[in-house]
């Protein structure tokens, strides 16, 4: 088992900038990849952002590249998501994810654990 407390989401103005947080706890030796997702009212939930727990190069999804960052504290087993220039758009409840093997890092399935999800609300 593993578990997932994210924080950090609050209310933000437009052009703005917040800082996600997941600490993960439990089995953590078996994680392979982190990933970030989110879902805003009234559409389903989509990727964001991963990254592999052991290095390698991250992955975004198109409309957060080059405005968000992910990484990671392998010491702490904490993953990050900075999260800058951030428009009205980006208004969800942002979930952490982990998994235990390698596969398509967008892919929601793939993920076998979840966190609670935290609010992030941007203000135009």
């Known amino acids: 088992q593993v578990q997932l407390i994210e924080s950090g989401g609050g209310l933000v103005q437009a052009g703005g900038s917040l800082r996600l947080s997941c600490v993960a706890s439990?089995?953590?030796?078996?994680?392979?990849?982190m990933g970030w997702f989110r879902q805003s009212p009234g559409k389903e939930r989509e990727f964001v952002a991963a990254i592999s727990w052991s290095g390698g190069r991250p992955y975004y999804a198109d409309s957060v590249k080059g405005r968000f960052t992910i990484s990671r504290d392998n010491a702490k087993n904490t993953v990050y998501l900075q999260m800058n220039s951030l428009k009205p758009e980006d208004t969800a409840v942002y979930y952490c994810?982990?998994?235990?093997?390698?596969?398509?890092?967008?892919?929601?399935?793939?993920?076998?654990?979840w966190g609670q999800g935290t609010q992030v609300t941007v203000s135009s």
């Open positions: 994810a982990s998994r235990f093997h390698a596969g398509t890092y967008y892919s929601q399935r793939e993920y076998d654990y």
């Open positions: 439990g089995r953590t030796f078996s994680t392979y990849a």
